[in-house]
């Protein structure tokens, strides 16, 4: 039976002599009216111009009824895709619907898969991503709604799409037309971009690790040891998505729900280190030594591997099936298997607006360093050169540190998406690098302890002075005081206090006053 956009064919299949069931719309006509054909028969491929086509495998043999009954296959076409709106999804219904099923039977987990082919609405480009779903009843409250569970897309071209699935059901084909195209070339780059920048990043970030763990005096204070914290869960994050696509390929649903459980731990407990980093920073620079805190690192660290174990054991407990596989262009222009969050509801929830909370309060800590900066330069005009590249570092260093790279994501839309995306992941997956740069290399106490404990002969240097002093001499005052600037800690505990007490010393707007003593 056939209607403008719509087709139904009814069969009563031999069982006796069943290969399996082939049904295909050949075209639409004038007044939107399919022509179907259906061969009895098991067929692969459809014929050139197919609208529509699906073929079933003779496994769904084992699926009819046994009670001596003559099974009945349906098979439907729907010529219009406004019968199929899902408000959740991200994408774009690209095709016509097709489907088939057996009567009074579930057919699921078929050995061999119900092969589909459908034409494009709208010509594919080869940035354009592809996705092949069914309809699921059970979604979004029994309105129904797109679910890829069980279905492949096996090959895709301009015009057309062939899935197999494990499964009978509505099937159509979802295009992400929404993206601004980035051509193979350049994903080809950016992909050799993130995975050299990422090796590079775990490297140094286990140098920058292996140096604050081995040099106690490094790690006395909190900025350092919120520094190896970030750079723990940055690591993580790190050799996580050098090996994630390696182990996708084993083509194991368990393994790849944990794979990517650990990288979204890892990435959220990157953001939220980067996140506390800020607050240390904004109690240091706002609070100054007015603020203690007990158990200050201990209370930090629970909140900031705690925090991102909650939301993903969260995320487990409501749907394991959020973490799967997702197919990405990668090398070489072929859809590669990339374990990650597969519901779309779940990415935006616990990842983008993750990111997004992070990201102001980072943005806001920002600008009050900047502001203080500027402070520092209208009470200083005689500052020299000197003072300003200083100046430019520590802006570098806190973008980095801070995580402010990320927001080049957010801004990465329309003609400017290419150079911004080059820029977002050299940047981004050269991080680990950059806080190894800022943080280590550039770090005169750090130098010092490679040259007292690593160097040998005339680059070894003599730790004689008392690793704490970081105050130079000055012009004596009257009164026998001795003016000396103090670089300022962060951290402010009690002991510290009666420490600065007891030498009989005066703070104020960063300056420090001693009494003069005999040398």
Known sequence: MTAPSLALQLINPDTSQFHGLTFEVSSLLNDSTPEILY???????????????????????????????RPRVQFHFYGTENLFEDSTAVMKLNSYVVSASVTNATVSNLEIPVMVT?????????????KCVYWDFNKNNEKGGWNDTGCETVMSNATYTS??????????????????????????????????????????????????????????DYPSKILINLSVALLGLNMLFLVNSWLASFNSNAICITVAAFQHYFFLATFTWMGLGAINMYLALVKVFNSYVPSYILKFCALGWGLPLLVVSLVLAIDINSYGTSLSRALFQESTAFCWLKN?????????????????????????VLVQIRKMRVNKPSSSRKGFLHD??????????????????????????????YLFSLFNSLQGFFIFLFYCLMK??????????????RFRQTEYSDWSRSVTPGAKAKGGLQVSSLSMKSETTSERKSSDTSNSGTSHNGVFLTQDRKQ
């Open 163 to 220: 899935c197999s699935c494990d499964h009978l059901t509505h099937f159509g084909v979802l295009l992400d037309i929404s993206k601004t195209p980035i051509s193979v070339k350049d994903e080809w780059i950016l992909t050799i971009i993130s995975y050299l920048g990422s090796g590079i990043s775990s490297i140094f970030l286990g140098v920058t690790l292996l140096t604050y763990l081995s040099f106690e005096k490094l790690r006395r």
């Open 392 to 421: 430019l570092r520590v802006v570098a260093s806190l973008t980095f540190l801070l995580g402010l790279t990320w927001i080049l994501t957010f801004v990465a839309w329309g003609p400017a998406k290419t150079p911004l995306m």
């Open 444 to 457: 005169d106490n750090v130098r010092k302890q490679w040259r007292v404990h690593l160097c040998c002969g």
């Open 39 to 69: 061969d009895k028969n098991f067929t692969a491929h459809p014929d050139t111009g197919t609208v529509a086509f699906i073929s079933l495998p003779h496994a769904i043999e084992s699926f009819f009824p046994n009670n001596g009954a």
């Open 344 to 368: 779309e509801v779940t990415f935006y929830v616990t990842v983008v607006s993750f990111v997004t909370l992070v990201m102001v309060c980072n943005i806001c800590v920002f600008i009050v």
């Open 118 to 130: 459908l034409r494009h609405l709208q010509n594919k480009e080869d940035w354009d991503a592809v």
